[in-house]
């Protein structure tokens, strides 16, 4: 029998540019082999490809997703094995915590050609430059874009009974985590639900609780306090002993948009734009932040600032997305040149080479 892929992102786009959750899901690990190389070599290809043929073999995995290309997966963890495959490559640089003990670099630069690519310097060190300035305009956007995001929620604020969403709090903490676990000290992994991408802003939510019982999803506007509730609630959730995924926002990192507590089968997120989702299960709830905290109708004036700034902020995001857009544009030309250059019958026995050692890995611990 397959076994079961999660996906997710481990780094994102976003406001504060590029920001990485990868140690979270990394630090545990027995087995990493970090790879290198340029654009084109075939870093995605390899980690997909050994993904896939241990899922054949019944384990289940986990794939990081690059947000720079959704097509593209950063990573992969076979966590029964306590074994990942990344790519250690700008702009998610991942280093060795302890070399060659844990963590080994994979050079698949061994691949190229290095005359072929000198042969195309020019072309190659152009359109480098000219990704790293798409990027920073992308982060330049997204950036501005947060200044009208906050004037959303300022405008919103005075309207929020601090009270109310206290109790509120204190409520979904008495109904979800009713007993606390006498165990070792609970596993938080922090990652994304999703990324801003160059086609787009996506997301795992509906994947990633596809398999939870009771989904709780929150509604209202940005500044209601979404994040805040989520906050608190995994808070609650670590202290009593519970095995939590955090999942942040992929625009405001230090956001917090989706919970799961598999083992109180339990997901509760923020159900809105650009991620939103009607209740369509039997056990979904919706719980209407608006109608639960507001005091009063958000007044006339503000409701036009907040329209106003709604406006600015998507046109903000567009323009960020479009540069993303452009960036990877650019990049798939500049793989162009490394994949001539590549021998890729060498990246080919350096899976193989990988693979040998994970089987290895599995034999020692007992496994098929």
Same mark, same amino acid.
């Given at each position: 029998m397959k076994g079961k892929i999660t996906n997710y992102f481990a780094g994102g786009n976003t406001s504060v540019g590029f920001y990485s959750l990868f140690s979270s899901n990394l630090n545990d690990l027995k087995r990493l082999f970090i790879l290198k190389g340029g654009p084109g070599t075939g870093k995605s290809f390899l980690i997909k490809t050994i993904g896939k043929e241990w899922v054949n073999r019944g384990y289940d995995i986990e794939y990081m997703y690059c947000s720079s290309d959704k097509e593209s997966v950063d990573g992969v963890i076979i966590q029964k094995l306590k074994t990942g495959i990344v790519d250690g490559t700008n702009p998610h640089v991942i280093e060795p915590r302890f070399p060659g003990v844990i963590d080994d670099y994979v050079n698949l630069g061994v691949a190229w050609d290095a005359e072929k690519l000198r042969k195309n310097k020019e072309d190659i060190i152009d359109h480098t430059e000219q990704v790293s300035a798409a990027f920073k305009s992308a982060y330049e956007a997204f950036g501005d874009a947060l200044i009208? %995001?906050?004037?959303?929620? #300022? &405008? @919103?604020?005075? *309207?929020?009974? &601090?009270?109310k969403m206290e109790v509120l709090v204190n409520e979904l903490i008495a109904t979800f985590f009713k007993e606390k676990k006498e165990s070792a000290k609970p596993h938080i992994k922090h990652r994304f639900h999703g990324a801003n991408t160059p086609t787009g802003t996506v997301d795992f939510i509906s994947e990633l609780t596809s398999d939870v019982g009771n989904r709780y999803l929150l509604k209202g506007r940005p500044g209601v306090g979404k994040s805040t509730l989520l906050k608190s609630l995994a808070s609650a959730a670590e202290n009593r002993g519970f095995d939590t995924e955090i999942y942040h926002c992929e625009f405001e990192p230090e956001r917090v948009d989706l919970l799961v507590v598999k083992e109180l089968d339990l997901a509760i997120f923020d159900s809105t734009p650009p991620h939103e989702y009607a209740p369509e299960r039997k056990n979904d709830k919706v719980i209407d932040l608006e109608s639960e905290v507001l005091v009063s109708d958000v007044s006339e004036k503000d409701s036009f600032k907040i329209q106003i700034a709604e406006e600015q902020f998507a046109a903000k995001m567009k323009? +960020? @997305? +479009?540069? @993303? !857009? %452009? !960036? #990877? !544009? @650019?990049?798939?030309?500049?793989? +162009? *040149?490394y994949i001539h250059a590549m021998d890729f019958t060498i990246t080919g026995q350096i899976r193989k080479e990988i693979d040998d050692e994970i089987k290895q890995i599995a034999k020692e611990k007992g496994n098929k």
């Open positions: 009208f %995001h906050n004037e959303r929620k #300022k &405008r @919103l604020s005075p *309207y929020i009974d &601090r009270k323009e +960020g @997305l +479009g540069a @993303l !857009a %452009h !960036a #990877k !544009a @650019l990049r798939d030309t500049l793989e +162009g *040149y």
